[in-house]
């Protein structure tokens, strides 16, 4: 036989599980949320710039250049770096023309007084023709996400942003009604054992 406190300790972990994965999801989605607007403000404050969030860019990789180190749609992040950290075997992104990059650095000479960085791609032969200047380097490569490119245009897009602030808001609703049905729950457990108590006593006197 099930005993009711049995019932009762079953139903307040499941709640409180419950309350543990909507407080992860919602963290998820606001995370995803702020990065979403700071990307967006800063292309339009900034549209020539790659946009960053609190020095970390992120950008699709759409080459085999890397591979196998870097794969072709992996999602890659990289942080704003100085000289001082920037040694040979460092994979860096960096700009050429209109496009981005991401070499590893297997050499850096001092020409006309400054250093620049020769780089080469983990799946090229050759080294890169253009040696690559400290001012040109959006970054340095700190981690990624295999395959996630094409999650990262959608959750990147418009469309997504407004569907994670509808589904915030409908998550932020119904934990607030569930902590409300609980409240009022124990309200009325309370008035119950109160007014029971009043009887015992009634009943004895």
Known sequence: MYKLSD???SSKNLYRLGKIL???ICIIILFLIIFNVT???ESYINPNELPSFLGIKSFIIVS???E??????DVIFIVDTSKENLKVGDVISFKTGDYINTHRIVRIEERNGE???ITKGDNNKLDDRTPVKFQDIEGKYLFRL??????????????TLLVLLI????????EVRISKRRLKRKEERFEFNKNLIEKVKNNKE
């Open 167 to 174: 589904f915030l808001v409908i998550i932020s609703y119904h």
């Open 64 to 66: 085999e250049s890397m």
């Open 146 to 159: 295999p395959r996630f490119g094409k999650m990262m245009k959608i959750l990147k897009s418009k469309v």
């Open 7 to 9: 019932f009762d300790k």
């Open 22 to 24: 909507s407080t992860i």
């Open 39 to 41: 990307l967006i403000i």
């Open 115 to 117: 250093d620049v960085y």
């Open 68 to 73: 196998p180190t870097i794969m072709t749609d």
